[in-house]
């Protein structure tokens, strides 16, 4: 089993719709959780961090984390052509260092004008 | 305030030589990591530097080495290059210490093996 797992997509959704992205991971003392977004050619931006149970909402975005079914989600309400990107999901694993991030292999969104 | 930076922003190297990678990190940062992401995947950990030593690594042999200098700034060498290294190289520098914290990422480098 990999360590965080995400559907590869491409997950494709009309524009105004709302978009919903999922990812699971194996390492139950987890604390933290990320959702980046990764253009063509780009390197990965942060968009949503979240620490405990429940929602976190910043403007369209809404990160849900339910640790007990080690499960965390990212939603887009009315979804842009902008939004079309790959949705990286990352979680800290505990272990030597400060800060280290696993990454699931992406989910490719496009939005449909 | 100044973000990570990275150099070169492209690389085409030959196979079997030697390659080193640079970053700067956020002002106020100790602490820098390496990622590896190869076409169609995500980031994969290299290792993780602060206070100028080694504080973590990933599953990468040993020809994967690193430095991290007294600035915090961090460079990445490949010796021996393979075909399989081709991947765009990322740098992400933090606060050590705050398990946790958010890492930001460089531009990254676009390293070819041909």
């Known amino acids: 089993q990999k360590e965080v797992e995400q559907n590869s997509g491409p997950l494709s959704v009309p524009e105004g719709a709302i978009a919903s992205l999922n990812c699971t991971y194996s390492?139950?003392?987890?604390?933290?959780f990320f959702w980046y977004r990764q253009y063509s050619g780009k390197s990965p931006e942060l968009i949503m961090s979240?620490?405990?149970?429940g929602d976190k909402e910043d403007g369209r975005f809404t990160a849900q984390l339910n640790k007990a079914s080690q499960y965390v989600s990212l939603l887009i309400r009315d979804s842009q052509p902008s939004d079309s990107a790959t949705y990286l999901c990352?979680?800290?694993?505990?272990?030597?260092?400060?800060?280290?991030?696993?990454f699931g292999q992406g989910t490719r969104l496009t939005i449909n004008p | 305030e100044t973000g990570v930076t990275q150099s070169p922003t492209h690389l085409i190297k030959t196979r079997g030589q030697q390659v080193t990678l640079r970053c700067s990190s956020q002002s106020g940062h100790n602490t820098v990591s390496w990622y590896q992401q190869a076409l169609g995947q995500g980031p994969q950990f290299i290792f993780q530097?602060?206070?100028?030593?080694?504080?973590g690594r990933g599953n990468f042999p040993p020809r994967f080495s690193g430095l991290q200098f007294p600035n915090y700034s961090s460079e990445l060498n490949v010796n021996a290059l393979e075909l399989d290294d081709s991947a765009l190289y990322l740098c992400?520098?933090?606060?050590?210490?705050?398990?946790?914290?958010?890492?930001?990422f460089g531009n990254g480098t676009r390293l070819t093996v041909t």
């Open positions: 979240i620490y405990s149970n």
């Open positions: 530097y602060y206070r100028e030593e080694e504080n």
């Open positions: 990352a979680v800290n694993v505990k272990g030597q260092g400060a800060q280290k991030l696993v």
């Open positions: 992400a520098s933090s606060l050590g210490g705050r398990d946790g914290s958010p890492l930001h």
């Open positions: 390492d139950r003392v987890s604390q933290s």
